[in-house]
């Protein structure tokens, strides 16, 4: 597994420096919906991503938002879970919160993740049952106790709609932009939570989820199940990722 890591951090560092070489031009290539662009930096990250790790594993299964879906995926013990460029949004807005991501499950369950921002040059790291580090020092995620003072990374969206409003009395609200530098923030330690009711890709959060839970944190869909990866609709029903603790009082918020 050690060797995994390496080699998805060396994948993930190769692809943030294409990302970055892209930054000062930020042409969106086409809208593939709401809030979805997709640039020239997406495609060559993935294009990376793919020589790096399919090449290196090719008995391994293949799932990346800009990839088309292969579905002998679902048959391999192993898999692969990318987004070359979570948070595209936020790149071509100049804003520099987005990873490029890295999720490795096996049979469906989170084991390793890489999370990589090329502008902050912020890079976390971890496998599940032995440890998570940021920037090559070891993390865990927060020993904050009750909602009372919690940092919750949230989306800058979602709280211009006011879905927190009820809520801001009690948490700490942390606007941050792509799905996985979110979870990437909770296993630092740098956040308590990240939640949310509304639905997710598992691109978006494979390699978040196996960072929280390498660092002592607790990831769960919206109904409190762990997540189970590599099925054939990657859609996921809600987002809870905390240091654990605060867990369940962050599901009762989802529930209200």
Not at 98 to 116: D, H, K, N, Q, W
Not at 187 to 208: H, K, L, V, Y
């Amino acid at each position: 597994m050690n060797d995994l890591l390496r080699l998805a951090t060396d994948a993930a560092l190769e692809a943030g420096a294409a990302v970055r070489s892209y930054y000062r031009d930020r042409t969106i290539l086409k809208d593939k919906g709401e809030d979805n662009p997709l640039t020239e930096a997406d495609l060559a990250s993935d294009q990376i991503l793919a020589s790096r790790l399919r090449a290196a594993c090719p008995d391994f299964g293949w799932l990346s938002e800009e990839s088309v879906d292969d579905p002998s995926r679902l048959n391999k013990e192993y898999a692969w879970i990318v987004d070359p460029l979570d948070g595209t949004k936020e790149f071509t807005l100049g804003i520099p919160e987005f990873v490029v991501s890295i999720g490795l499950v096996r049979r469906g369950a989170p084991v390793l993740g890489v999370l990589y921002n090329p502008i902050a040059d912020e890079l976390f790291s971890g496998v599940v049952g032995e440890g998570a580090s940021f920037n090559g020092q070891p993390c865990r995620a927060s020993s904050h106790a009750g909602l009372q003072g919690a940092r919750v990374v949230c989306s800058r969206t979602e709280m211009k709609k006011g879905m927190f409003e009820r809520w801001t009395d009690r948490i700490a609200l942390v606007p941050v932009g792509s799905v996985a530098y979110k979870f990437g923030r909770v296993a630092a330690g740098q956040a308590e939570a990240t939640f949310t009711p509304q639905p997710r890709n598992e691109w978006d959060i494979c390699g978040g989820v196996a960072l929280v839970l390498a660092a002592g944190g607790r990831a769960t869909n919206g109904q409190g199940e762990p997540y189970v990866f590599n099925r054939a609709n990657p859609l996921v029903d809600g987002v809870c990722a905390t240091n654990g603790i605060v867990h369940d009082e962050i599901l009762g918020l989802m529930r209200a």
